[in-house]
Nanobody
């Protein structure tokens, strides 16, 4: 059984930082691309970041480049999202996802999804 469990969400003031984690089990983590999406109240789910297997490539939503960094630790079967200079508009539920291809993540077609972790940024 494949499981993705996010953690690290919470409430932070604007300008602060958070690091989200997503622990994965039930698959060969090192062979999968990993990604993060988010969904704000009343809005559609949107792509945040993706990282390929072996960390050989990554991509970000244009609006988040320079503030968010995705990374992975294959020894721990965990993907991270470091979020700096947070803004109130970053408030959302953040989901991690996995797929066998980088492109599948980019197009929102992850094979498995976590339950999400809430991030709230106050002004």
């Amino acid at each position: 059984q494949v499981m993705l469990v996010e953690s690290g969400g919470g409430m932070v003031q604007a300008g602060g930082s958070l690091r989200l984690s997503c622990a994965v089990s039930g698959l060969t983590f090192s062979s999968y691309a990993m990604g993060w999406f988010r969904q704000a109240p009343g809005k559609e789910r949107e792509f945040v970041a993706v990282i390929g297997w072996g960390s050989r490539n990554s991509n970000y939503a244009d609006s988040l480049k320079g503030r968010f960094t995705i990374s992975r630790d294959d020894a721990r079967n965990t993907v991270y999202l470091q979020m700096n200079s947070l803004k109130p508009e970053d408030t959302a539920v953040y989901y991690c996802t996995t797929a066998q291809t980088f492109r599948a993540i980019l197009t929102g077609q992850g094979d498995y999804w976590g339950q999400g972790t809430q991030v709230t940024v106050s002004s």
